[in-house]
């Protein structure tokens, strides 16, 4: 009996060395890191940072966290911010966001609220820590943002890297109870009035960056796509529904090049809305309309598009309609 409980007191005294050394090398690499960012120009503070979770957990917790970037003018920050992650297994960890944070991009911010919003996010053993799956979900979220608030009841994004493949990853996103800042009255050409929320909003898409997403991806530029392979992207909004599928290569300038097939039931409709929400220049309506009731007519049916968008040398066209430059696919 003496001997099982020197036995437990070795092992309980191991394990909290291990433990502490483990407590001790995260604070180490997290105060390294933003002294790193500070070095570089970054605005990259916290209030205080506190390691906790003894004896299975090495929870940090960030009081008041900072994150500016000068060269991409992207900021963040937040009341407290948390990563959590079993003693035992550092490469997975659950990151907690709280209710509220502010998010900048270049001349803009956003206000989001959000419950419950947290990711698990399990990475690599290589030096930079490279992302192999990550799933983050919220609920009665909210952005706040120029054009007015958007709110969702639930959102779900999941990323992974594909097998054999360095730098290739499936993404998924579902958004449910999507509500966009419509301006008051907005008026259906077919009648009636749009439901509150949309029904549906998802994609499935495959990308090939330039590179694999790991901590370079955030401490120095964002890897770049390089091919984009859209399974299915479709939104649902009452009577109206848009979808996309096919696929793109994108340069090293960001321009893309290929097409997709776009499909959409009660276009006409879509493009009241795009016009009142001033998505779309006046001077362009009358010439979609125009061209796109001819092809529909053609298709033998007038309230449905199926067409193909094409992207090519810089320009986009919706099947015979020259639609101008063509967006450029950069991540800042």
Do not use: C
Not at 1 to 29: E, H, N, P
Not at 76 to 96: G, K, V
């Amino acid at each position: 009996m003496k001997r099982l409980l020197v036995v437990i007191l070795v092992l309980a005294a191991g394990w909290s060395g291990y433990w502490f050394m483990a407590k001790t090398g995260a604070q180490s690499d997290y105060e390294s890191w933003f002294t790193a960012r500070r070095a570089e120009g970054w605005q990259a503070e916290y209030a205080a940072l506190t390691v906790n979770g003894f004896p299975n957990r090495v929870d940090t917790t960030f009081d008041k966290p900072v994150l500016a970037d000068p060269g991409t003018g992207w900021a963040w920050e937040a009341p407290w911010f948390q990563i959590l992650a079993l003693s035992y297994r550092p490469n997975h960890i659950i990151t907690i966001w709280p209710e509220t944070q502010k998010i900048t991009i270049p001349g803009t911010s956003y206000q989001v609220d959000s419950a419950e919003m947290q990711a698990s996010i399990v990475m690599g053993t290589g030096k930079k820590h490279p992302l192999e799956r990550s799933n983050l979900v919220a609920s009665a979220m909210a952005v706040e943002g120029p054009l007015g608030t958007t709110t969702l009841q639930a959102v779900q994004l999941g990323a992974h890297r594909l097998e054999g493949a360095l730098q290739d990853y499936r993404i998924a996103i579902n958004a449910d109870g999507l509500t966009p800042p419509l301006p008051g009255g907005v008026v259906l050409r077919t009648g009636g009035q749009l439901p509150r929320h949309l029904d549906a909003l998802r994609a499935d898409v495959r990308v090939k960056f330039d590179r694999p997403w790991d901590l370079s991806a955030l401490e120095n530029s964002r890897p770049q796509p390089r091919e984009i392979r859209l399974k299915l992207a479709e939104a649902k909004w009452g009577e109206l529904e848009l979808a996309l599928a096919g696929k793109l290569s994108v340069d090293e300038r960001g321009r893309p090049t290929g097409n997709l097939t776009l499909k959409a039931r009660n276009w006409r409709d879509i493009l009241e809305i795009l016009r009142q929400l001033g998505w779309l220049p006046e001077n362009w309506i009358g010439t979609l309309e125009s061209g796109l009731g001819i092809a529909a007519q053609l298709s033998g049916n007038s309230q449905t598009l199926d067409l193909p968008l094409d992207f090519r040398d810089g320009q986009m066209s919706l099947g015979p309609i020259p639609l101008g430059s063509a967006p450029i696919i950069k991540l800042r």
